[in-house]
């Protein structure tokens, strides 16, 4: 029996979430609200350069939003995304596990 290739996107978005540091950083936005990146650095005790290459990573996997409004980034979940991966996973799981 062959193992059933994993989506390529399931699979960086599972990627990127496979850090405490950024799930700490998905947990911020249960309250709905968008954050910048210096919000994001302080609330998770760490840096701003360490921040921003979570942020980036999480922002190519589909996980995040980024808009800028003058000097700032501001970051929201992309909820649409995330929970398309969801339902990916989800299927995929139920197909194996059952």
């Known amino acids: 029996m062959t193992?059933?290739?994993?989506p390529t996107d399931l699979l960086g978005?599972?990627?990127?979430?496979?850090?405490?540091?950024?799930l700490n950083i998905i947990l911020l936005f249960?309250?709905?609200?968008?954050?910048?990146?210096?919000q994001i650095a302080e609330s998770i005790g760490l840096g701003q350069p360490a921040t921003s290459e979570?942020?980036?990573?999480?922002?190519?996997?589909?996980?995040?939003?980024a808009h800028k409004e003058?000097?700032?980034?501001?970051?929201?979940?992309?909820?649409a995304k995330v929970l398309s991966m969801m339902k990916m996973l989800d299927s995929?799981?139920?197909?194996?596990?059952?």
Do not use: W
């Open 92 to 98: 995929l799981l139920r197909s194996c596990c059952n």
């Open 30 to 38: 249960l309250d709905g609200e968008e954050r910048t990146v210096n």
């Open 70 to 79: 003058g000097k700032e980034m501001y970051y929201s979940p992309d909820r």
């Open 13 to 22: 978005f599972l990627k990127s979430l496979a850090s405490e540091s950024r």
């Open 3 to 6: 193992t059933p290739a994993i």
């Open 54 to 65: 979570h942020l980036a990573v999480l922002k190519q996997a589909g996980v995040l939003l």
